[in-house]
């Protein structure tokens, strides 16, 4: 691990580093150096010399190559047991310039490094150690998506109170439990491996998922006597920002029964405006079909919960979701209430509408979802900006920054969502001119360079947003090589 003579990356990724790229905007060379590196792998090493070595702009190289490591360089806070197989390990993930982890931003910053796993034990660890300490997470408070590093990681045993202490942000998120099964799921296909899944710790996890979606699918009043059901999750919280609290003491606005989950904050953490938040639902009824083919190596019976439960949500989203816009046809909506109240909008965060054929939800090619993007990427959708700063700029924002701030990640989720040349070269264009010259991939960034803005972008490192980004690149490197690489090698 890195010394303390190591700078603090969220100055040194705002600082110019040579070399420069040597392309029209000479991108800097954002890597830490070797010693104060977080976790190497020489897997991932020969993966971005390669491919930036076949990649005909040299600053997309540069960014690539910036961003892609940038997970395992900045963001690997503290492991256990990644050198040994004789005990179970544990990885401590960092989000970035928060020093806290969450289960959703942890999962896709490791995601990106999968196919590479098989040849790495190391990295092999790394994602084990991973899916260990969600599930120890997720014991203390299936409800919580963000938490403290535990005060020793030495042992293999977390003690709930310890953990309960360190819980960093308790707001229900359905996507943080979606991206544990994700996490989960996606290690035991592309390795074969499920030891994990023997563990008393992950199962019991997967028992507090369904319990707390049990939990979160009643609606507000019983139907028969129309009296309030048990309030299982309430936030609330002093602020001056409506979106960092919730209706009604903390439990959200009312919900009817449609077999979907209720959802007290977005993927951005910003709270929801009606509960049943299309895409959360989505992702996790996809995860929990995709999980149960994992558990019924061991239960059956708990497998079949979950399948029944996926498709109870996936009913839900169909008669409750998909909604007729007066332009667009029939869409997905952000979120309903199931009493017939629709919002129409998209955020940046995954999970989106825009992600909608990413998470596996729908077909890309899917009507319906064709109609929702056209939506989306629209002025249509009030949280689509675009402006002229540096010869265009455009993309999805949220609440959770200002208006005028469209985040790179919905350009990157547009790469990864669409099959048109001339849509993904221009959102390649797009996403270089997001740095500001730093070389790296930030949360949100202003469409206006007027002088007038307080900052040009929000956070300069950004780990889950970089990591998107080699993602992409990779995915276009195999299916697209004739847009970023060398006539030689396209």
């Not at 010399?49 to 997970?71: E, G, H, I, W």
């Not at 169909?318 to 979120?335: C, I, L, N, S």
């Not at 740095?435 to 803005?453: A, M, P, Q, R």
Request: hydrophobic share 35%.
């Amino acid at each position: 691990m890195p010394t303390d003579n190591c700078p603090d990356y969220t100055e040194y990724s705002r600082v110019f580093h040579e070399p420069g790229s040597g392309g029209p905007l000479n991108l800097p060379f954002q890597r830490p150096v070797e010693a104060c590196r977080r976790f190497t792998s020489k897997v991932i090493e020969t993966v971005v010399d390669t491919v930036s070595a076949k990649m005909a702009d040299l600053d997309l190289a540069r960014l690539f190559t910036n961003a892609y490591p940038n997970t395992l360089d900045t963001t690997i806070q503290q492991t256990a047991c990644l050198n040994s197989t004789d005990c179970q390990p544990l990885s401590y993930i960092i989000t970035g310039d928060i020093d806290a982890m969450w289960l959703r931003d942890s999962a896709n910053q490791l995601l990106p490094y999968l196919e590479h796993i098989k040849t790495d034990v190391s990295l092999k660890r790394l994602f084990l150690g991973a899916i260990y300490i969600q599930s120890q997470f997720i014991n203390v408070d299936p409800f919580a998506n963000a938490f403290h590093k535990p005060q020793s990681m030495q042992g293999q045993d977390i003690s709930k109170r310890e953990l309960k202490q360190g819980v960093y942000e308790n707001k229900w998120e359905v996507d943080s439990l979606a991206s544990f099964l994700s996490l989960s799921t996606q290690y035991w296909e592309t390795t074969g491996d499920d030891s994990f899944a023997g563990s008393q710790d992950w199962m019991t996890a997967v028992d507090n998922v369904i319990q707390t979606l049990q939990h979160m699918q009643e609606p507000t009043f019983d139907p028969v006597t129309g009296r309030p059901r048990p309030v299982y999750n309430a936030y609330t919280h002093w602020t001056d920002r409506p979106t960092e609290t919730q209706f009604l003491n903390g439990q959200g606005n009312p919900v009817n029964g449609t077999g979907m989950i209720k959802v007290l904050f977005r993927p951005s953490d910003d709270a929801t405006i009606f509960p049943f938040f299309i895409p959360g639902n989505a992702m996790i009824s996809v995860e929990l079909q995709r999980a149960s083919k994992l558990v019924a190596l061991r239960n059956s019976t708990q497998a079949k919960v979950m399948a029944d439960l996926s498709k109870q949500i996936r009913d839900g989203i169909y008669q409750h979701g998909v909604r007729d816009h007066p332009k667009y046809g029939k869409v997905f909506a952000y979120e309903v209430d199931g009493y017939g109240s629709a919002l129409f909008m998209d955020d940046a965060n995954v999970p989106s509408l825009l992600s909608l054929s990413l998470l596996g939800f729908v077909d890309q090619d899917d009507p319906i979802y064709q109609n929702t993007r056209r939506l989306v990427l629209s002025r249509d959708n009030p949280y689509y900006f675009d402006g002229p700063r540096q010869g265009g700029m455009a993309g999805i924002g949220g609440p959770h920054v200002a208006i005028n701030y469209p985040w790179p990640m919905s350009q990157i989720v547009r790469i990864l969502s669409s099959s048109d040349d001339n849509e993904i070269k221009e959102a390649l264009e797009m996403l270089k001119r997001t740095t500001d010259g730093t070389g790296l991939i930030h949360e949100s960034v202003n469409i206006y360079d007027d002088g007038k803005c307080h900052s040009k972008y929000t956070r300069p490192w950004f780990a889950w947003a970089n990591a998107l980004f080699g993602q992409a690149i990779l995915k276009l490197s195999r299916e697209r090589p004739h847009l970023i690489f060398k006539k030689e090698h396209a």
